[in-house]
């Protein structure tokens, strides 16, 4: 039986059910804006953005792999292609794109034009430490971690600072071969 | 107010008698001082924010050559995008995940159901005062919006399988929690801040024939809702 062909990521958002991104946007404004009221540090709040997007990402993860068909990544690079064009797409109906790959090629930036998260969002100056999009960090981290893969993400640049766009560095630590619970001899 | 989103808010800067306002821009909705010499004008015309800025006695300069100074950048960025992004979506999924962190994370906080019900609650309020500006709408229209019967002021808009109510499964322990509590919040910070002040509650409806009850929000308005309305006739 031929495999079947990866759907487009375009493909699949036009058949996923979607949301008025306004809603998205604001609740998690809303998410946001409890977790300053109640931790108060700046730090502490990335901190739980991160947790939280690991949360997501490590259940993302699952939906991902069945709606789009991807098969297994050969590498690191197709990995960091697939979070981009059909990952984003999926989820925020967004697309990004990869670049800035290092000579050994375990470590890329994800670039992100348009994000629907910081849709009429302003940091005011008290918050200048806020990594506002941090969530998406730990989506990603959590995403690849159950698919065996140890990353770290950081933000290099973001458009809440006065940069020009979103750009998310993503370092493959090292590849965590599945450990199976059980022996095979038994 | 720490003001992360950004809201329009209209006083009109008129004590800076260098300003040469043509008459179009005698409405801005919002100003705001950048520093002693340089003040900003936004004014939106529902669809898209422009941002106009003065120097001194100069006349208005156009938005790129303030940007060229570069010392505002921060600031041009949210308010020079167009406002008409209403029809942008991200997938139900993704909101769906969002949702559920931020109920899981409030049920770190709390003890008991019904100050995670507030909670949610009160997330949803801000949600709704925002909307409410933002004017924007789902395509979906409710299933049904009655007027109830026993009160004047109660109405109740209600909804097979409400958006946030279809991924969250309610434990055992947790019988009464219902995560309208965020709708009802939405609903209340809209209406609150269009001047009808009411108090809004989500309630499990059982339903034979349909596996999972249907969710109502309650709305009892406010007395002097009525009265008002009572005036207009």
């Known amino acids: ?3 079947v062909a990866p759907r487009p990521g375009d493909a699949i958002f036009a058949s996923v059910e979607r949301v008025n991104a306004e809603l998205f946007t604001l609740t998690y404004g809303a998410i946001v804006r409890q977790l300053l009221t109640d931790l108060e540090e700046v730090e502490e709040v990335n901190k739980q953005l991160d947790q939280m ?13 069945a709606k789009s068909n991807v098969s297994r990544c050969v590498d690191f690079k197709e990995t960091a292609e697939v979070i981009a064009k059909v990952g984003f797409k ?13 000579a050994e090629g375990t470590a890329c ?14 940091l005011p100056d008290t918050c200048q430490g806020l990594y506002y999009c941090n969530i998406l960090s730990g989506v990603i981290r959590g995403a690849l971690e159950m698919v065996s893969m140890k990353t770290e993400v950081t933000w290099l640049r973001d458009m809440l600072r006065g940069d020009d ?8 630590l090292k590849q965590v071969p599945e450990e199976y619970p059980y022996k095979d001899d038994e | 107010m720490w003001g992360i989103y950004y809201i329009f808010y209209s006083y009109f800067y008129n004590n800076l008698g260098q300003i040469r306002l043509s008459k179009s821009l005698c409405n801005p909705s919002c100003t705001r001082m950048i520093d002693k010499y340089t003040i900003c004008l936004y004014f939106s015309t529902h669809t898209r924010i422009y941002k106009i800025a003065r120097t001194g006695n100069q006349n ?3 938005i790129e050559q303030m940007i060229g100074a570069g010392k505002m950048k921060q600031y ?3 308010l020079d995008r167009p406002l008409s992004k209403g029809k942008q979506e991200v997938s139900l999924s993704g909101f769906a995940f969002l949702f559920s962190e931020l109920v899981q994370y409030n049920q770190t906080q709390v003890d008991n159901i019904a100050e995670l019900e507030r909670r949610l609650e009160d997330a949803g309020y801000a949600v709704g005062t925002r909307i409410l500006e933002l004017l924007c ?6 299933d049904s919006l009655e007027k109830g019967t026993e009160h004047e002021d109660e109405y109740m808009i209600s909804e097979k399988e409400l958006l946030v109510n279809r991924f969250i499964s309610i434990p055992k322990d947790m019988g009464a929690f219902n995560c309208g509590a965020f709708v009802a919040g939405i609903v209340r910070g809209v209406l609150d801040n269009a001047g009808f002040p009411a108090v809004v509650s989500a309630h499990f409806v059982p339903v034979e024939g349909l596996q999972r009850p249907r969710t109502t929000i309650l709305i009892k308005f406010a007395e002097e809702v009525l009265q008002r309305e009572a005036r207009l006739g």
């Open chain 1, 165 to 172: 766009a979103f750009e998310l560095q993503v370092k493959l």
């Open chain 2, 76 to 78: 041009t960025n949210v």
């Open chain 2, 137 to 142: 709408h789902r395509e979906k229209v409710a």
């Open chain 1, 53 to 65: 997007g690991y949360n997501i990402g490590v259940r993302l993860v699952d939906e991902f792999l």
């Open chain 1, 109 to 122: 930036s994800i670039i992100l034009e348009d994000n629907p998260l910081v849709d009429f969002v302003e």
């Open chain 2, 60 to 62: 208005c300069k156009s």
């Open chain 1, 1 to 3: 039986m031929p495999p």
């Open chain 1, 90 to 102: 999926m989820f925020l109906g967004v697309t990004a794109s990869v670049s800035n790959w290092d």
